[in-house]
């Protein structure tokens, strides 16, 4: 079983910036797709972004793109989200996912694609 802890959430005003962590015990951390979705009060969980096992592809939802970065270290077992140009529709809890997957380059968009959940970290944009 994997374990993934989400932190670096908070309260933030339009326009500021969040970094999301999410340290993971997987033994073999580079042999796993991640990715970050967010869930609106009320609403379904929403992809936000995927990065492939070695970091080298990454795909993001249009609505962040170019204000949201996702990026790996495998070294120390732990996927990032730096999120700029926050704007209150950001607001959601933000959990991390992972994959363990054969394909190297694999990015992945979907929800049932993932095998393992965070518990999620609050962020909220005041306007």
């Known amino acids: 079983h994997v374990r993934l802890v989400e932190s670096g959430g908070g309260l933030v005003q339009s326009g500021g910036s969040l970094r999301l962590t999410c340290a993971t015990s997987a033994p073999l951390f580079a042999m796993y797709a991640m990715g970050w979705f967010r869930q609106a009060p009320g609403k379904e969980r929403k992809f936000v972004a995927a990065?492939?096992?070695?970091?080298?592809?990454?795909d993001t939802t249009d609505s962040v793109k170019g204000r949201f970065i996702i990026s790996r270290d495998n070294a120390k077992k732990t996927l990032y989200m730096e999120m700029n140009s926050l704007k209150p529709e950001d607001t959601a809890v933000y959990y991390c996912a992972a994959s363990q997957t054969s394909w190297i380059s694999a990015v992945l968009t979907g929800e049932r694609e993932y095998d393992y959940w965070g518990q999620g970290t609050q962020v909220t944009v005041s306007s």
């Open positions: 990065i492939s096992r070695a970091g080298d592809n990454t």
